[in-house]
C-alpha cells in the first residue's frame, strides 16, 4: 500500500485536484498503520486468549526459532535498503535528527516500523528461549497477549496523534 501511495502521490495536478495528489501518500502510510497495529495486535490478542482457554504444550522450539530467524532477515533487509536512501540522500550525520525533520512519510514509516519489528522479534525470540530453555509453557499465552496489547496501545496512539494534528493543522 505504501508503493501504491507513492505512485499515487507522483500524479499531477488535475482540474479536480488542483494542488496535486501529493497528500495520498499521508492516508496511504495511516491505513498501513491501522493494517499493522490493529489486525495485528487484535490477531495476537486473540490467539493468546485462545491459548489460554485451551492450552497446547510446545515440544519442538525448531520452527519458531526458523521463523523469527527468516521474520528478521526480511524485516533486516526492509530496513537497511530505505536506510541507506536516506542516508545517500541526506548524509548519515545526525540521522535521527534528520528523520524526524523529513517531510517524506514513506521513510518515516518504514524505518521506524522496521526497527519495532525488529526489537518486538528479539524480544520474541528471547522469550522462546526461556520458554523452552526453562519449561515455562504458560508464559508463552501472557507474551503473546502482551505483544498484542502493545501493538494496540501504539495503533491508539498513532489515532490520537492523527486526530491532534488534523484539529490543529
Avoid at 7 to 33: C, N, R, W
Avoid at 64 to 92: D, H, M, Q
Amino acid at each position: 500500500l505504501l508503493l501504491w501511495g507513492i505512485h499515487k502521490s507522483k500524479k499531477p495536478a488535475d482540474e479536480m485536484h488542483p494542488f496535486g495528489y501529493g497528500q495520498e501518500l499521508y492516508f496511504y502510510t495511516l491505513i498501513v498503520s491501522v493494517l499493522i497495529f490493529g489486525l495485528g495486535g487484535g490477531m495476537s490478542v486473540y490467539e493468546g486468549v485462545m491459548h489460554i482457554t485451551h492450552p497446547v504444550v510446545a515440544t519442538d522450539p525448531t520452527w519458531n526459532y526458523i521463523v523469527l530467524g527468516c521474520s528478521a532477515v526480511f524485516e533486516g533487509i526492509s530496513l537497511v535498503l530505505p536506510w541507506r536512501k536516506f542516508t545517500k540522500v541526506n548524509g548519515s550525520a545526525h540521522f535521527w535528527q534528520k528523520l524526524r525533520a523529513s517531510k517524506d512519510p514513506a521513510f518515516f514509516v518504514v524505518i521506524f516500523e522496521n526497527s519495532a519489528a525488529l526489537a518486538g522479534l528479539f524480544i520474541a525470540f528471547v522469550g522462546v528461549f526461556f520458554i523452552f530453555r526453562f519449561e515455562l509453557s504458560d508464559i508463552a499465552f501472557g507474551q503473546t497477549v502482551f505483544f498484542g496489547n502493545r501493538l494496540q496501545n501504539r495503533f491508539r496512539c498513532r489515532i490520537f496523534c492523527k486526530n491532534f494534528l488534523v484539529r490543529h493543522s
